[in-house]
């Protein structure tokens, strides 16, 4: 079996091989859906070269993913997928924060963190930061709402360190590794030569790469590197940024990072239709704003109801658009000066409401609520059943009005009525999001019919990007030669066949001969349960879960529930009872059902309150009294454990220190639901350690601790804090 041969390289409990592994990794934030062989879990250097030497002797597909929140499919796989997100999670601020190294399983939010005490953040502002990872980030070439196209990935990075379909791992750091680079992959090296003096040579690709990348841009490869830099490494290490995890892994960057402006004027412009917001873009470009946000009157819409929306939301005319506008400074000084100085330009703008801009932190943090949940309110309101697909398209600034009443009749024409758009307007970077079926052939057939609209609107028509944010993928991996030009295509097929000929990393995506892989393996969204109905399966929550690094995350508790059902109405029943055999264990009993998973959840989903109902549904009526009965009387079960362990205590210093453990063990062996005895448990916390510590002198306490009831059973941690305290009266 492929497991038994991994063991030969990763240990065994990083070898996921059981169903419930498979079925929980088969989803990421897409619409998309692959089942995996296997999924592993590497965690250094050398057994990433390991798994590349696998995957070529097998040829075997292989495929890298960080935290699986890639809305275009680009992290799912039917080979062995290879997830970092329980590891690679370094995050060093270098030069006092003007530089920060990263590994590609550290989330967004947690380098940004890092950097706080410096006064500076990433480049990269994508609107998941506060749940993708590194990997992701570079590997799409991430931007977001204020970086526009100067700070994204591509253009913060320093140094790179990957690895190789081939096994060659390279530093960019280090002035060796460029002749090493030459020397022990000269068929590289010299095929990069050979395509950086084709694109050069090529006037028409070059005028053309250099208008692609005035504006945001994420379809294809980045070769933009070609005319960007001179030798072969770096070219390749800034082609690897925005790979989609097609050309090497990832093990580490260095990133240049922005100030982070502590000043700030955030406000919300009103206009009268989609085309005279748009207009304005250029004037309000101008005035210098971090931040031009875009919403049509469908987005506005969306979140009328949201707590703290003004009521006048309600009463905008029928096709009003608005535009959150907000200036950033490093002073309040020069925050008040470029406030002042774009008012000029406010006064000649068609408004049909006073501009009404704030420094209050409460007011900026609605409007960017605003702004923000106006995908997750669209994706919670959706029919059940239906995924919520949320696509990027970047259009020329000067057409963008025009480009979104296309986009609003397209919508009609589909009958999309529940369609929103929104976007970055300062880059021309719109998005939109729909609510769609895949459950019928007819569903998906109405798919594809608007997905050719859509794309021969923003191809033929604007001239624009199918994807300025969120990356190629299995959503337009078949139009690439198509928006780019058969020149620029060769160029990129050359360039993926020159670093992985055989195919296997992450195949299918960027370059594919599948000219329907936007509509192959769609992800149905079956009917189960509320809470999993609502689940747009996006990844946010598991940042949050204490199981995530143990068994399962929400997301892939939710995910394999959809699984079930979808093996039920299949008829494979065989499948479907061993997930339920296997999902008691990682997806009920291993729950900490705290609901913190709810606290990052877009679409307000509390995956514990799911599990405990399931918990209460498995278990029969007696069952039920006696955890009623238990709860109501839970200072009997207090001293109950403590008496038992006690017991237990006194049982070892009869018949030896491991006679618990085995009786225990035999125990469950009959049993199979007993405890086993450890070796670490504490005695129990006695009366007179609660009482000294209930009775000290809470002035001088140095720690506020709030116990839950396991350390009043076990004393623990309890008794460490109990004897701090002691030590900090003297």
């Known amino acids: 079996m492929l497991a038994d041969e ?111 005490k410096y006064g500076r953040k990433m480049g990269p502002d994508p609107a998941s930061i506060n749940a993708c990872m590194m990997g992701g980030i570079l590997s799409n070439n991430s931007s977001g709402m204020c970086c526009g196209v100067v700070n994204n990935s591509y253009h913060t990075l320093k140094h790179l360190t990957f690895v190789l379909p081939n096994g060659q791992v390279y530093n960019t750091e280090k002035a060796e590794d460029y002749l090493r680079f030459e020397s022990e992959s000269n068929d590289i090296f010299e095929g990069f030569i050979k395509l950086n003096n084709a694109v050069r040579a090529n006037e028409e690709l070059t005028l053309r790469i250099r208008k692609k990348y ?102 905008l005319p029928v096709q009003a658009s608005a535009i959150l506008c907000e200036f950033q400074e ?31 932190s409460e007011k900026q943090a609605l409007l960017w609520k605003i702004r923000k949940g106006m995908y997750p309110s669209v994706a919670g309101m959706r029919a059940k059943g239906t995924s919520a697909l949320l696509e990027d398209f970047t259009f020329p600034v000067e057409r963008l009005g025009d480009a979104v009443v296309d986009i609003q009749k ?52 604007y001239d624009g990007s199918l994807k300025g944010e ?33 195919n296997l990393l992450n195949p299918g995506i960027v370059i594919t001969e599948d000219k329907l892989t936007h509509i192959h393996h769609l992800k149905m969204m079956p009917i189960v349960e509320e809470e999993v109905d609502r689940c747009i399966e996006c990844g946010f929550c598991e940042t949050h879960c204490p199981s995530r690094d143990f068994t399962m995350t929400p997301r892939r508790r939710i995910a394999v529930r959809r699984a079930m059902k979808r093996l ?26 705290d609901g913190m998973c709810a606290t990052s959840c877009p679409v307000d989903i509390n995956t514990g309150e799911l599990i405990k109902r399931l918990r209460r549904e498995n278990h029969s ?77 809470e002035g001088s306490a140095k720690v506020l601790y709030f116990s839950a009831c396991i350390n009043r059973m076990l004393g623990g941690y309890l008794c460490i804090i109990w004897q701090y305290l002691q030590k900090s009266k003297n």
Request: glycine share 6%.
């Open 214 to 315: 005035l504006q945001k841009n994420t379809v294809g490869y980045c070769i933009n590197s070609f005319l960007d830099f001179e030798h072969p490494l770096d070219i390749l290490a800034h082609v690897i940024i925005g790979g989609e995890g097609t050309l090497a892994f990832i093990a580490e960057a260095v990133l240049n990072t922005i100030p982070d402006l502590p000043y700030k004027m955030t406000g919300m412009l009103y206009f009268e239709s989609p085309e005279t917001a748009c207009n304005a873009i250029a004037d309000l470009k101008t005035t210098g704003a971090e931040a031009l946000e875009f919403m049509d009157r469908a987005s506005l819409r969306s979140v009328e109801d949201m707590p703290g929306v003004p009521s006048f939301f309600k009463t």
């Open 621 to 697: 009526n007696l069952q039920n009294r006696i955890a009623l009965f238990l709860a109501k009387n839970f200072p009997l079960v207090e001293r109950t454990a403590k008496i038992s362990l006690k017991m237990g205590f006194f049982s070892n210093r009869l018949f030896g220190k491991n006679f618990m453990h085995g009786v225990t063990w035999g125990l469950r062996k009959i049993s199979g639901t007993i405890p086993r005895w450890s070796k670490h448990l504490d005695k129990p916390v006695s009366a007179r350690q609660l009482a000294s510590l209930s009775n000290g002198n």
């Open 470 to 502: 969120h990356s190629t993928g299995r959503a337009v991996s078949a139009f690439v030669e198509k928006e780019w030009g058969p020149d620029a295509y060769q160029i990129m097929k050359r360039l993926k066949a020159l670093i992985d000929p055989k």
């Open 6 to 116: 991994l063991e030969k390289i990763l240990p065994t409990e990083r070898i996921k091989a059981r169903l419930i592994d498979r079925y929980a990794y088969a989803s990421d934030a897409s619409h998309f859906y692959l089942i995996p062989k296997l999924v592993v879990q590497p965690i250094n250097i050398d057994e990433v070269q390991r798994l590349f030497q696998f995957s070529h002797q097998r040829e075997e597909k292989l495929t890298f993913r960080a935290a699986g929140t890639s809305f275009s499919g680009q992290g799912v796989t039917d080979g062995i997928l290879a997830d970092l997100s329980n590891y690679w999670r370094h995050v060093t601020p270098e030069q006092s924060g003007k530089t920060v190294r990263v590994q590609p399983g550290v989330i967004g939010a947690h380098v940004n963190q890092a950097l706080k």
């Open 410 to 461: 397209l919508f009609e024409k589909h009958n999309y009525k529940n369609g929103i758009i929104f976007g970055h307007a300062k880059d021309g970077n719109l998005h939109f999001a729909v609510s769609q079926s895949f459950l019928t052939q007819a569903d998906i057939d109405h798919y594809e019919k608007f997905n050719d609209d859509l794309f021969e609107l923003v191809i033929d028509k």
């Open 330 to 360: 490093s002073t309040e000084t020069a925050l008040i000066e470029k406030y002042q100085n774009a008012l000029p330009v406010f006064d000649k703008l068609p408004l049909i409401r006073e501009p009404d801009f704030s420094q209050d």
């Open 568 to 593: 039920e109405m299949t008829g494979d029943t065989a499948t479907r009872d061993t997930l339920i055999k296997e999902y008691q264990y990682d997806g009920m009993e291993t729950c900490a059902v």
